[in-house]
Structure formats: C-alpha cells, structure tokens
C-alpha cells in the first residue's frame, strides 16, 4: 500500500500562527500559568508541546513546566503486530501531576486510543486537579468518547485518508499533510 499526496492542511507559515493560537488558549484554559504542566506524548506530541511551551514563554514571559510520556506498554494493541515495541522517555517535572494543571499534547487526534493510553499513564504520576487535551490535527473518527479541549486545525477524513504532522525536529519540512492510501488495485489500473 502506498501514500498519495492529496493536499497539504497547514503549511509552515500556518503551522507558526497554529501553534501560536493553542499556546494563548492553553494559558487562558488552563487560567495561566501557576501549577501548568504541559505534557507531549512520544513521539508526535512531544516536539509540539515544546513549541506550545515556547509560544507561552513568548506571551507570558515565563515558560511553562513541560516533559513527556511514552504510552506504549499503555496501549491496548502494544503487542498485537508489534514483536518488539520500542519503549521511549517519559519525563515529568518532580516526577508527579499530582494537584496540577495538566495539558497533555499530540500531533493527531484520530480513534482517542492514544490518549486513552496517555491517561492511564499520567495517572501513574499522581492526581492532577485537571487534565485538558491539545492537538494540532482533530481528524474526527473516534472510536472512543475522547475530545480535545484545544485544536489547532479541524479536518473531515475517510478511512483511506493518513494525515500526518512533518515537523522539522522529525525531519519534516513544518507542514501537516493529508494523504490517501492507495491499495494495490489502484496501483495497477484495476
């Protein structure tokens, strides 16, 4: 199966006004920045948490406390398919949540499995007094109750459709993608 280009959502200039946006509305749903935490999820969420929290330190003067959790033993498909899953950082600020303000941050927002698992780990670091969730991309298609407190860019897609989150810390080029897969019979003709 291949990925096709079908249409870039957020080019780099947009991408900067994006994340602009979700760090203003972070401070101001989080109701500033005493007790904030902000949290990205490994590996899409934790490039995009850093440049909210460098937005923040640009509005407010201060930057936010800021880590990241690694979800993979959390997942309920971790070892359906994958014979050895790859275990990456989590770093909390103290090592706890507990009484904080947490805004836990991801690239893509699509079956809310991810932030299922997300929770269930962050819970392991103590009791916050909130947890609100930010993404860049809300593509809809949930197979979970899970909604984003704060979304950068909201796209209606199929189930063919990828979308992806090309950040120049991964390699990328700044810019958010939508890609359609192509199956086999498309490739040939058929």
Known sequence: ?????ERILIDATA?????????????EKSEGLDNLVLVGIHTGGVHLCERIANAIEEVEGERPNSGRIDITLYRDDAFLGLPRPVIGETRIPNDSIAG??????????????TVRAALNALLDFGRPSKILLAVLVDRGRRELPVQADIVGYNVTTGPMHVVEAELKESGGTDQVVLYKRRTDAQEGGA
């Open 1 to 5: 199966m291949q990925l096709v280009n």
């Open 15 to 27: 991408l900067g006004r994006v994340v602009r946006r979700m760090a203003v509305e972070t401070i």
């Open 100 to 113: 904080k303000t947490v805004v836990l941050v991801d690239d893509v927002l699509f079956t809310g499995r």
